[in-house]
């Protein structure tokens, strides 16, 4: 009832990702966006960079049955495991993938309401209420969707759901700033703090990112800071010393930094994209490098957040009376009787 | 065999431990020496057990069935080998050694006489048997029961067309009844066994049999049943004894001072219980442990539970604490060493069984947490140290569940999170609120249904109940099958089901689905006739004077479990396989040929005649239609119908003592064999591969995450099967690291039981791990891995059984 009273605007979602635990307080329903303005050698989402909705192809999932080809009105498409088409003559009528019932094609990312995101993300009420989890916008870069997300933020609201973004901080600060205004949690990237190097890797200039995490920092919105810690490319002391000195200096409601160990879960996808994957020889760092940052991190005087934390750090832990003294949280070996 | 540790110097009551490590260490030392002891012992058949029973019913013809049982079951108990191991603390053995499958032959024989060659060597749980005992079985017991078993007369009396749907079909699984006894109790600790003692019971037997009179005709049942009492109460006195005598004995020769002072304390145990009330929690576990054994020793079969641990250990151990007789690290090790006898009971399959529960399991299942009589939260220190057991001894027995409610203390259940997490597939974590509905729905009081127990891998149970939980399990596959081939398999063409019209020409949706159920409830119909004969036949055969004496009311009213004693009698529960197939494949269907039309009728059954070779196209469009698990109303409604009929269908019937069926839907791996003599199915799924186990999603078919699938199985009316229903998870260890992924998992358990979910089991695990596991067994003796419901070593595994493991969904939350 109350969704007639408002324009459904759309938007183009990604995907929608149900039960995550890391991706914000308590367990939470992710809403990736379509469409970056950087462009993240490492990126392991590289198929949401792009704002249109996209084809992808799976060759393995290919049975050759030739449904696409009958169905091509343009005559270019191929079975995908004899490389998808002929010819560069697509018109994206989408024709192949309805007719593809082995999931070889499909679209990445689809045009949807702000209603239909919401009814979905409802779904998983009990597990957010049992959590104290929420929503959690990703992407992409889901501040570049401003008015989409102000509209399924807005019905969250209504709806007592907790809401957090994941961004890289490069958006138009006027577009957006209502729609910030309205978030319970923000997980904002700093991938670099030397501008050169930002831009170098990034495609775009940090200064901007700098400017809307000052700008957002005045809100008092609680937020974490997030590095994507990638072997030889930003893992340097000095960056990452440079990066919590800048924390611990002017966000003074930031809950700490979570260093994020680079991996290389999206190798697929590129494949998929057609796209070469450009950082094929970086190892993902190992865990005493993670743990020596992490600690570069805290000795600046910055909490370091790792899965042990919950992220707003309200959740209790205390031990109840009952438990036998010998049992205690890190097994046998520390009991004390 | 064993390491040649020395035994540190620890005393044996230690009332002041100096230093707590060096004492944390000798308790884990005797632990992981006794479990290397246990992996190193093969599952192996003893016939002691039976062939003192049939020693004694050649000395006992003519005599009431219940006291030549009860007397064959003391001539056990005074005849079995008396085993000691090193490092026990809490001793006893139902056969000659750790892990002894014994053959109840009055039950069933001839299997044996046909696998006796191939059993050692079959895939699934191969058991060794020694010269003698071959010998013995050929010589002496055969020869004895040839005639005289409970499953020749069965498969007598069963009417022919029962046979042909029901015996070595894969469609109905009769054979859990007429192949194997019942088990299916929970010994009654807290009002009967503990409070009483053994010596106790048995006069109160005497005091009953001085009442009746010979020459009334209704006492005469009552006088046998009492003498049976008298018999199977002195058989197991007669074993404490025995014990007593073993451990006195041990200790004069033992040089080591430490374990001669074990064993003088385990002798002093033994003298007192089971004949008396125990005193201490040292007594109270050997007690547990007497009993446990004994039930072995009087059935070998299933489900013998150990029920509320924590709810009768802890005021033993609270009294011990008080008059500082105990440490905390002490109990500990006594837990740790009773859950290594627990493990040590083993259920001696037949080949066709063991596909039906792979895995040597007893399905000892011991429950903790959960409510008082009163309502109140019952979790205790033993809650805790019961996780902790099942943490450091690492065996897939007992059957650890957990309960819990609304109430339960976060920490026990992050406690419980903790475990899940160690990746051995324990605890299974079960609903209070859904439970109690489950046993109300059965018959019980809400004050009595509170205290309920977990029987088996997940069927809700109470102590003062008699049923029979697992009367068999039915391919509800079969049925469609049948619907869509006019009642005929489409593996050999033979008539099997209702000769049904012909599926070209159903003019609906509706009316496919209508004749879908017709066929079902022909299974049905086979269900409840062969298990009414074997009902008959068990109270005619085998009372059970040994376990009544456990369950209240049977003294009371001087009736066995058989004939009703019980204080409450259940119906028998039949296990539903493959109900999400059946759904997947309806709504296949429905989208398919009948509203999208995309094929027909004509071109779905060919494909399904050809297994789908040469029709890729439908069955990838079959494959990715609606699949039950993905929180998708489409089908999971038809999985709400499916399961629904097959309450109202069963509850149609009542058994010999007028109780109404009841539904089940869990399974262990019922979903393989069952799978093997089905065709292509319309939901995608190939000819002859498993197919959904319990309530579960299909394999690899919920692809939505934990919360979809969930929210799937939460639809199901749970309440309407008090034979429990299962839902097993598997997780990526990656899913829930540190402190946030623990905290998720007891969240998951919290959002889907406030969902009206009953069961979920967590297997976490990578499938990397499991793949090599199966390429090096020997590296991974110690894998517990979590099979429907159950655990079991995972190297011990068949291949198939294994790969089902890894096939199944995993839900890596990155």
Same mark, same amino acid.
């Given at each position: 009832m109350?969704?007639l ?16 635990v890391s991706?914000?307080?308590g367990?939470?329903?992710?809403? /990736?966006?379509k ?8 990126? *392991? ?22 449904a ?10 191929? $079975?995908?495991?004899e ?12 024709n192949c993938i309805?007719s593809?019932h ?11 309401t ?17 959590s ?7 992407g ?5 969707? $401003? &008015? ?10 209504d ?6 973004v ?7 600060w006027?577009?957006a ?6 978030l319970? /949690? ?21 200064r ?14 609680p ?13 340097d002391?000095?960056?990452i ?9 002017h966000?003074?409601q *930031?809950?700490?930094i ?12 590129? &494949? *998929? ?20 940052l992490?600690?570069l ?8 957040i ?6 707003d *750090?309200?959740?209790?832990r ?20 | ?9 620890r ?7 100096t230093a ?10 005797r ?44 001539h ?5 080998t ?12 139902h ?12 039950i ?9 060659d ?27 029961w040839?005639?005289?078993s409970l499953?020749?007369?069965?498969l ?8 042909k749907?029901?015996?070595n079909?894969d ?13 299916e ?31 009334e005709?209704?006492?005469l ?22 014990y007593?005598e073993?451990?006195?004995a ?5 040089t ?10 385990i ?12 005193r ?14 004994? #039930?072995?020793l009087?059935?070998?079969?299933p ?7 924590d ?9 011990d ?6 440490t ?5 090790e ?8 627990? @493990? ?13 529960? @792979? ?14 009589f009163? +309502? ?12 902790e057991?099942?943490?450091?001894v690492?065996?897939?027995q ?7 409610h609304p ?7 992050l ?7 160690q990746?051995i ?9 859904v ?6 729905y ?11 127990t977990?029987?088996? #891998? ?6 003062k109940?008699y ?19 006019? +009642?005929r398999?489409r ?35 086979h269900?409840a ?9 068990h ?9 009544s ?5 049977c ?10 004693? @019980? ?9 539903v ?12 269907i ?14 779905l059954?060919k494909?399904?005649?050809?297994d ?6 439908i ?20 999985q709400?119908?499916m ?19 009841h539904? @089940? ?8 064999p ?9 939901? +995608?799924?190939k ?7 319990g ?5 690899g ?8 699938s ?33 905290a ?6 919290r ?8 069961? #979920?089991q967590f ?11 199966q ?13 429907a419901?159950?655990?079991?070593i ?5 291949p198939e ?14």
């Open positions: 109350n969704n009273s408002r324009t459904d605007i759309t938007g183009t979602v990604l995907e929608i990702q149900r039960w995550s991706d914000g307080p367990s939470r329903t992710v809403i /990736f966006l469409g970056c303005p950087l462009h993240c050698p490492w990126c *392991a989402n590289p198929e949401s960079q792009d704002r249109r909705v996209q084809m992808a192809i799976f060759s393995t999932r290919c049975v050759r049955c030739g696409c080809v009958r169905e091509c009105p343009e005559n270019v498409a191929i $079975p995908a495991a490389g998808a088409f002929g010819t560069d003559n697509c018109t994206g009528c989408g309805r593809c082995g999931g070889a094609r499909s679209w990445m990312g689809e045009e949807m702000a209603g239909e995101v919401v009814d979905l993300v409802k779904k998983d009420m009990v597990f957010y209420r049992k104290s989890g929420g929503v959690t916008f990703s992409g870069e889901p501040l570049t969707h $401003p &008015q989409f997300l102000g509209e399924i933020i807005n019905r969250c609201m709806l007592g759901i907790h809401t957090a994941e961004t890289c901080g490069y958006f138009d006027k577009a700033e209502k729609t910030i205004a309205m319970d /949690f923000i997980m904002f990237d700093l991938k670099h703090m030397d501008e050169a190097t930002h831009k170098r890797l990034t495609g775009v200039s940090n901007l990112i700098l400017e809307n995490i000052l700008k957002i920092s005045s809100f008092g919105i937020m974490v800071i997030r590095i994507p810690v990638i072997p030889g490319v930003n893992d002391e000095h960056n010393r440079a990066t919590a000195v800048f924390v611990r200096d966000l003074p *930031a809950i700490g979570e260093a994020l160990a680079y991996h290389r879960l999206g190798v697929n996808k590129y &494949q *998929a994209l057609g796209i070469e994957y450009p950082l094929g020889h970086i190892e993902p760092p190992s865990d005493s490098r993670m743990a020596a992490r600690k991190i805290t000795d600046t005087g910055v909490p370091s790792t899965a042990d934390n919950d992220y *750090a309200q959740l209790v205390s031990r109840l009376k009952s438990t036998p003294k010998h049992l205690t949280k890190d097994g046998p070996d520390n009991a004390q009787t | 065999m064993l390491e040649n540790a020395s035994i540190a110097n005393p044996v009551q230690p009332a002041q431990s707590a490590s060096s004492n944390q260490e000798t308790g884990n030392d632990t992981r020496r006794l479990k290397n002891a246990y992996l190193q012992s093969r599952p192996t058949i003893c016939m002691e057990r039976a062939a003192a029973f049939t020693r004694s019913f050649k000395k006992t013809e003519g005599q009431a069935r219940c006291l030549r049982l009860a007397k064959a079951f003391r056990a108990c005074e005849t079995i008396i085993n000691i191991f090193d490092d026990e603390l809490v001793v006893g053995t056969g000659s050694g750790r892990r002894m499958g014994a053959l109840v032959p009055e069933s024989w001839k299997w044996l006489n046909e696998e006796l191939t059993i050692e060597t079959r895939p699934r749980d191969p058991y060794y048997i020694s010269p003698e005992h071959r010998k013995l079985f050929l010589e002496e017991i055969v020869p004895y040839k005639t005289r499953e020749e007369k069965a007598a009396q069963f009417p022919a067309e029962t046979l749907t029901g015996v079909t469609i109905l699984d009769t054979e859990m009844k007429w192949r194997s006894h019942v088990g109790i929970t010994p009654d600790f807290q009002d009967i066994v503990f409070p009483k003692g053994f010596r106790k019971i048995r006069d109160e037997a005497r005091e009953k049999l001085e009442e009746l009179k010979y020459t005709i209704e006492d049942d009552k006088i046998e049943y009492y003498q049976s009492s008298i018999e199977a109460c002195e058989g197991i006195m007669t074993l404490g004894r025995r007593a073993k451990a006195e041990m200790a004069k020769v033992q080591d001072p430490q374990r001669r002072q074990e064993l003088a304390a002798g002093a145990n033994c003298r007192r219980v089971p004949a008396e009330s125990p201490n929690f040292w007594e109270a576990a050997q007690m547990c442990w007497f009993v446990m054994m004994s #039930c072995f009087s059935e070998n079969c489900a013998f539970n150990v029920g509320r641990f709810m009768f250990m802890n005021p033993f151990f609270q009294d604490l008080e008059t500082k007789t105990i905390g690290e002490f109990a500990q006594i837990i740790n060493c009773l859950w290594i006898k627990i @493990a040590e009971l083993i259920w001696l399959l037949p080949k066709s069984g063991s596909r039906y529960y @792979a895995g040597y399991s007893g399905f000892t299942n011991l429950s903790v947490g959960g409510r008082n009163d +309502g109140s939260d019952a979790v205790n220190e033993i809650s805790y140290m019961a996780v057991a099942t943490s450091r690492g065996l897939p007992p059957s650890l569940s957990v309960i819990i109430d339960t203390p976060e920490d026990f259940l406690a419980c999170c903790r475990l899940a997490r990746g597939g324990f605890p299974a974590f079960h609903n209070d609120r439970g109690v509905q489950m046993m109300m059965a018959g019980l009081r809400p004050d009595d249904a509170r205290e309920w977990l029987l088996g #891998c997940v069927v809700p149970h109470h102590r109940v049923e029979w939980t697992d009367a068999g399990g039915y391919n509800m596959a079969a049925a469609l099958e049948w619907t869509l081939n006019r +009642g398999s593996i050999t063409g033979e008539q099997m089901g209702l000769p049904t019209k012909d599926p070209r020409e159903f003019s609906s949706f509706n009316e496919l689905k209508e004749t879908f159920f017709t066929q079902v409830r022909h299974i049905l119909n269900c006739i062969s298990t009414i004969i074997e009902q008959r036949l109270r005619q055969m085998v009372p059970r004077p040994f376990l004496l456990l369950v209240e009311g003294m009371e009213s001087g009736s066995d479990l058989v004939n009703g004693g @019980a204080r409450y009698n259940i119906g028998p529960g039949w296990i396989v493959g109900a999400a197939d059946c759904a997947n494949g309806l709504a296949a429905r989208k398919n040929v009948f509203e999208e039309k995309n094929i027909t009728m004509d071109q059954l494909a399904l005649d050809d789908f070779v040469g029709h890729e196209e069955h990838e469009m079959l494959k990715n239609s609606p699949k039950f698990g993905n929180d998708d109303d489409y089908v999971d409604r038809l709400v119908e399961t629904d009929f097959n309450d109202r269908g069963l509850s149609e019937y009542t058994d010999i003592l007028g109780n109404p069926f539904s @089940a839907i869990m399974g262990l791996t019922y979903n393989i069952t799978g093997s003599v089905v065709g292509a199915l319309p939901c +995608g799924r000819a002859t591969t498993p197919l959904a186990e309530c579960s999603p299909h394999p078919t919920d692809t939505s995450g934990p919360t979809a969930m929210r799937s199985e939460a639809k199901v009316n749970h309440e309407l099967h008090p034979g429990g229903t299962l839902l097993n998870l598997k997780l990526l260890p990656s899913a829930i690291e540190g402190q946030r992924g623990l998720g998992m007891a969240n998951l358990i959002s889907y039981f406030e969902l009206g979910g009953y069961h #979920c297997n976490v695990i990578s499938q990397e791990t499991l793949r090599d596991a390429a090096n067994p020997d590296d991974y003796r110690d894998l517990v891995i979590r099979v419901g159950y655990c079991a995972f190297t011990e595994l068949s059984v294994q790969n089902e493991v890894i096939r199944r969904t995993s839900h890596e939350s990155l």
